[in-house]
């Protein structure tokens, strides 16, 4: 599940963010991201993977890798909680 995971957060990240050539290493903000992008990226995140993301997580200006991470992991928390 982790890799579809991971390639929706990628997908969002990208749709939201617009990254320019370059930039793939580039922070949530070095993106222009601000309260707007962040409460767009969770909502997605929310409506196309069914995660509750905090959007704290993205004012700790992640990169792509450790905002990919931040949802898997809210993605295994998810997945714990329904089974327990």
Do not use: C, Y
């Not at 991971?6 to 997908?11: S, Y």
């Not at 409460?39 to 929310?46: S, T």
């Not at 704290?56 to 898997?72: H, I």
């Amino acid at each position: 599940m982790t890799n579809s995971v991971e390639e929706t957060a990628t997908r969002i990240w990208t749709d939201v963010l617009r990254p320019a050539p370059g930039q793939e290493t580039a922070t949530f903000f070095a993106l222009g991201g601000q309260s707007v992008s962040a409460v767009r990226i969770a909502a997605r995140i929310e409506s196309e993977l069914g995660i509750e993301l905090d959007i704290r997580v993205l004012f700790e200006d992640p990169d792509l890798e450790a905002f990919r991470r931040a949802v898997a992991q809210a993605a295994d928390a998810a997945a714990e909680s329904r089974v327990a």
